[in-house]
T-cell receptor
Framework: NAGVMQNPRHLVRRRGQEARLRCSPM?????VYWYRQLPEEGLKFMVY????????ESGMPKERFSAEFPKEGPSILRIQQVVRGDSAAYFC????????????FGQGTRLTVV | AQKITQTQPGMFVQEKEAVTLDCTYD???????LFWYKQPSSGEMIFLIY??????QNATEGRYSLNFQKARKSANLVISASQLGDSAMYFC??????????????FGKGTLLTVNP
């Protein structure tokens, strides 16, 4: 859904570099979720954030990955020292308080590590 | 813990015919929501339809309907009058709606639908 904006759409990084993925939620949405889709797989939950708070990071790898959702600006998913196994599509979704009966995703960022 | 199972890795259907994509789920949550998404080859995730566990009627959105059978824990997607543009990957997903504030989704592995002319 065009309301959730992710950038960049495609990102190429060399092994060892940092990747920064951005997500701006739909207007009025205060909850942001990041998911990862490995090739030939469904989406896997990574982290759930509200403004200035990480609520659930149970799906985040223990090292090199971090996420934030500052008071101002987009949510950022940061991957340090990328490895080839980080190559995937990363999707962001947002929801209003209460969840809602729809759950829209951004168009995703396709990260390729070379 | 929630689990979504999509047992059909791939499905074929003739244009203009109806097709059913299977989804079964497992959860101990008293209230939950079920979602279907379409992912075309371009990669975006397109929301199709939502069914709440306490909804009395099956959800419908245009050519999409959700055949919800709570006792069997199934939430199959029915696409009527298939079109060539329906060729895509389809994902079933579930969310715990029991009253917490965490609205994360659990996804199945998907079904690749191919519509033949």
């Amino acid at each position: 859904n065009a309301g959730v904006m992710q950038n960049p759409r495609h990102l190429v990084r060399r092994r060892g570099q940092e990747a920064r993925l951005r997500c701006s939620p739909m207007k009025g949405h205060s909850h942001v979720y990041w998911y990862r889709q490995l090739p030939e797989e469904g989406l896997k939950f990574m982290v759930y954030l509200q403004k200035e708070n990480i609520i659930d990071e149970s799906g985040m790898p223990k090292e090199r990955f971090s996420a934030e959702f500052p008071k101002e600006g987009p949510s950022i998913l940061r991957i340090q020292q990328v490895v080839r196994g980080d190559s995937a599509a990363y999707f962001c979704a947002s929801s209003p308080l209460g969840g809602g009966t729809e759950a829209f995703f951004g168009q995703g960022t396709r990260l390729t590590v070379v | 813990a929630q689990k979504i199972t999509q047992t059909q890795p791939g499905m074929f259907v003739q244009e203009k015919e109806a097709v059913t994509l299977d989804c079964t789920y497992d959860t101990s949550d008293p209230s939950y929501g079920l979602f279907w998404y379409k992912q075309p080859s371009s990669g975006e995730m397109i929301f199709l339809i939502y069914q709440g566990s306490y909804d009395q009627q099956n959800a419908t959105e245009g050519r999409y309907s959700l055949n919800f059978q709570k006792a069997r824990k199934s939430a199959n997607l029915v696409i009527s009058a298939s079109q060539l543009g329906d060729s895509a990957m389809y994902f079933c997903a579930m969310r715990d709606d029991s009253g917490g504030s965490n609205y994360k989704l659990t996804f199945g592995k998907g079904t690749l639908l191919t519509v033949n002319p």
